[in-house]
């Protein structure tokens, strides 16, 4: 399988914290975006980070890439209650045409 | 803009019947995928249709088709549903095939019993 894995499954924190979620992935890829998801709804696009970027910034996120070990990592920084959501992270494989890869996801909570 | 939309929110089949799930993109927008979402096997690619012809297309059975009508809008078809078909389907669109970000909509929960 291509599909991603997320670390970790479940994250709990309290507002003001800090959140790291980490993906790998297995293929050669273009680029990674993260989604975000609240509640088994739609997912929400935050941020995307080409294969040439080790590092990008947008808001109180920040998105590391390492493609020699296909790996990256979403760091949500002084994390507030509203970011309580299921993360993904999500690319688009040349192998695989249009279709987005999602990662299993991680979950997390923030509490007040 | 409107967002995409996807109709209709929550259905209740029987199994063996069939289903038929509908996606408006955002205006403008061209290409249509669809994403089936369970517990276990998380989210994964059905197909994607980019004006009007299916550009790709997951592993998934027979059963599971779609087509994307001139205006954009796409409809996704499941016929002889299983139990395990229960999942949330989710519609995404794309401003251009150049474009990777996709906006999604909020899914259909589809409950076979």
């Known amino acids: 399988s291509q599909q991603g894995e997320e670390d970790p499954q479940a994250l709990s924190i309290q507002e003001g914290e800090n959140a790291t979620m980490n993906c790998s992935y297995k293929t050669s890829i273009n680029n990674l975006q993260w989604y975000r998801q609240n509640s088994g709804r739609g997912l929400v696009h935050l941020i995307l980070i080409r294969s040439n970027e080790r590092e990008k910034h947008s808001g109180r996120l920040r998105v590391t890439l390492d493609t020699s070990k296909k790996s990256s990592s979403l760091l949500i920084t002084a994390s507030r209650a509203a970011d309580t959501a299921s993360y993904f992270c999500?690319?688009?494989?040349?192998?695989?045409?249009?279709?987005?890869?999602f990662g299993k996801g991680t979950t997390l909570s923030v509490s007040s | 803009k409107a967002g995409v939309t996807q109709t209709p929110r929550y259905l209740i089949k029987t199994r063996g019947q069939q289903v038929t799930l509908s996606c408006s993109p955002i205006s403008g927008h061209r290409s249509v995928s669809w994403y089936q979402q369970t517990p276990g096997q998380g989210l994964q690619f059905l197909f994607e249709y980019f004006s009007e012809t299916q550009r790709n297309k997951g592993n998934f059975p027979g059963r599971f088709s779609g087509r994307q009508f001139s205006n954009s809008r796409s409809e996704m078809n499941v016929s002889t549903l299983e139990l395990g078909d229960s999942a949330l389907y989710l519609c995404a669109s794309r401003g251009s095939l150049e474009s990777y970000e996709q906006y999604f909509g909020p899914g259909t929960r589809l409950t076979v019993t």
């Open positions: 999500a690319y688009l494989a040349n192998q695989a045409g249009t279709a987005l890869i």
